[in-house]
């Protein structure tokens, strides 16, 4: 039961290019969007969210679109620096008034090169 | 910035002992949260906690699993036999309140079942 899919499992850019990443999700119950990063051996730091009343939000080189409609979302991030390079998750929420679980995709594995 | 911390940092049990995994989450949080991460796949929910009770569980979480606030910092997982695959990464999260949707997470506790 994939509610989120990452269909990208991995992503090469170049220092100080733009990288896109993309998540989809099938759930309409979720209303919260989340972006974490993982470095190996880690857990998951929070990068970025947006809540589906808005359709950007904006932080620093960081920016997620969410397309409703398509129930889609992507994280930009621009220029790119070797320091990003991680794995990406895109995780969900569903606001049910209680102690709501995140619902994670498979992450995307960004590399950017030198 | 406020930290979730767990320990231990790497577990290493024979099949069908017993674990204990301990966390502390950050100090005002009020909700509790247990993911797990197997080896190349996503992170899962467990099972969050709130007002000292299970909030909702995963159908991963069965009899074998207990979720536990001793005292006024900890909140534990307890594994009560397990088995070769409960090996994963397990993380402990946190947040103020449901309205806000960003758990913060700790460093993980790396479980190897033998």
């Known amino acids: 039961d994939q509610q989120v899919k990452q269909n990208s499992p991995s992503l090469s850019v170049q220092e100080g290019r733009i990288s896109i990443l993309n998540c989809d999700y099938t759930n309409s119950m979720f209303d919260y969007f989340l972006w974490y990063k993982k470095y190996p051996a880690e857990g998951p730091t929070f990068l970025i969210s947006i809540s589906s009343i808005k359709d950007k939000n904006e932080d620093g080189r960081f920016t997620v679109f969410l397309n409703k409609s398509a129930k889609h979302l992507s994280l930009h991030i621009v220029p790119s620096q070797p320091g990003d390079s991680a794995v990406y998750f895109c995780?969900?929420?569903?606001?049910?008034?209680?102690?709501?679980?995140?619902?994670f995709g498979t992450g995307t594995r960004l590399q950017v090169t030198l | 910035e406020p930290e979730v911390t767990q320990t231990p940092s790497h577990q290493v049990t024979q099949m069908g002992q017993e674990v204990i995994l301990r966390c502390v989450p950050i100090s005002n949080h009020l909700y509790f949260y247990w993911y797990r991460q197997i080896l190349g796949q996503k992170v899962e929910f467990l099972v969050s906690f709130y007002n000292n009770e299970i909030s909702e569980k995963s159908e991963i979480f069965d009899d074998q699993f207990s979720v536990e606030r001793p005292d006024g910092s900890n909140f534990t997982l307890k594994i009560r036999s397990t088995k070769l695959e409960d090996s994963a990464m397990y993380f402990c999260a946190s947040i103020y309140s449901y309205d806000f949707a960003r758990q913060y997470f700790g460093p993980g506790t790396r479980l190897t079942v033998t």
């Open positions: 995780a969900a929420s569903a606001n049910t008034g209680t102690a709501s679980k995140l619902t």
